[in-house]
């Protein structure tokens, strides 16, 4: 049974603060890795995935994924007001198992 | 583009109470989910479904059941409403089943009384 895990679990940063989200999976023969935000009241929404090992960036945002030590990351550069909410890692292999979440903070 | 409708917004209902969610989905995408999210936490897969007529369980489907009878449908029931799953029911479509994209509903808010 695939756990995946994310920390902190909320977070507080200055705007313009590079902010690192952490997620961490459980079961090695994962192949889809994506981040999602959820702004409150909202549904979830897709922010960017990857498939291989390495990094992928997409304007402020910037995904790391590393397979061999089960952990992928978020990174937001120069983080705004609008980017307060909560982030959402998820896993896939044949089913799409999310995170527990990551509550963000920007503060004007 | 698509759209996901989740009826009813809200539902009330009492303990032991049987009561169903409805999602529907214009994508005409071949899979859909059903997660629960508690108090702005994380979400738990309760069913999902790759085509019609197919279900799958998820890590929290104990207390559900779920059908789907047509591609553009996926319905939950909750078999006996417990005040300690009062929480937002998201449904999700997505291409298929590995590595594609989830768009979500709006939720359904489940209230137990």
């Known amino acids: 049974q695939q756990k995946v895990q994310q920390s902190p679990e909320s977070l507080i940063v200055p705007e313009g603060a590079m902010t690192s989200l952490n997620c961490t999976f459980s079961?090695?023969?994962?192949?889809?890795f994506a981040w999602y935000r959820q702004h409150s009241g909202k549904a979830p929404k897709a922010l960017m995935s990857?498939?291989?090992?390495g990094e992928k960036e997409e304007g402020r945002f910037t995904i790391h994924l590393n397979k061999a030590s089960l952990h992928f990351s978020l990174h937001i550069r120069d983080s705004q007001p609008s980017d307060s909410a909560l982030y959402l890692c998820?896993?896939?292999?044949?089913?799409?198992?999310f995170g527990t979440g990551t509550r963000l903070q920007v503060s004007p | 583009g698509g759209i996901i409708t989740q009826t009813p917004k809200f539902l009330i209902g009492q303990e032991g109470q049987k009561l169903t969610l409805k999602c529907q989905q214009n994508?005409?995408?071949?899979?859909m989910y059903w997660y629960r999210q508690d108090s702005g936490k994380g979400l738990r897969l309760i069913y999902y479904?790759?085509?019609?007529?197919?279900?799958q369980k998820g890590d929290l489907s104990e207390g559900y059941d779920a059908s789907r009878e047509k591609k553009s449908s996926f319905s939950l029931t909750v078999t006996s409403a417990q005040k300690n799953e009062m929480a937002v029911f998201l449904c999700?479509?997505?291409?298929?089943?590995?590595?594609?994209?989830?768009?979500f509903g709006e939720g359904s808010r489940l209230i137990v009384v």
């Open positions: 999700a479509s997505s291409i298929r089943t590995h590595g594609n994209t989830l768009y």
């Open positions: 079961d090695s023969a994962s192949q889809y």
């Open positions: 990857i498939f291989s090992n």
């Open positions: 998820a896993v896939s292999i044949d089913k799409v198992v």
């Open positions: 994508f005409n995408h071949d899979t």
């Open positions: 479904s790759i085509t019609e007529n197919d279900l």
